[in-house]
């Protein structure tokens, strides 16, 4: 089983900047580095979302549009740990936001789909307030 442990989520106002994490372990997780990895966010009136995805040793990175350029997304493999770096944050950013673990060799497809990804941790609310 592989888990996935989300942390850092919390209230900000609008233009200000949050990071949350998420960490990686389980009694049958294999190498940090095997995995691509995933941020996604949903709110109750919207299906999940793609936020930005990272490849296994993070030299490649991907945004969906309506984050890139103010959202960073990093992985230390020796931690196990993947992270993203949220600035100027607008009320639209409100959301839980999940990490998402998949094992695939093909990059930047299709890791924009959340059935690409096979665990998932169990989300941490981010609130902007405007």
């Known amino acids: 089983q592989v888990q996935l442990v989300e942390s850092g989520g919390g209230l900000v106002q609008a233009g200000g900047s949050l990071s949350v994490s998420c960490a990686a372990s389980g009694r049958t997780f294999r190498t940090f580095s095997d995995y691509v990895m995933g941020w996604f966010r949903q709110t109750p009136e919207k299906e999940r979302e793609w936020v930005a995805t990272?490849?296994?040793?993070?030299?490649?990175?991907n945004y969906a549009d309506s984050v890139k350029g103010r959202f960073t997304i990093s992985r230390d493999n020796a931690k196990n740990t993947m992270y993203l770096q949220m600035n100027s944050l607008k009320p639209e950013d409100t959301a839980v936001y999940y990490c998402?673990?998949?094992?695939?060799?093909?990059?930047?497809?299709?890791?924009?789909?959340?059935?690409?990804?096979?665990?998932w941790g169990q989300g941490t609310q981010v609130t902007v307030s405007s």
């Open positions: 998402a673990a998949g094992q695939g060799s093909t990059w930047p497809h299709p890791w924009s789909y959340p059935r690409s990804y096979g665990y």
């Open positions: 990272i490849s296994w040793r993070g030299r490649n990175t």
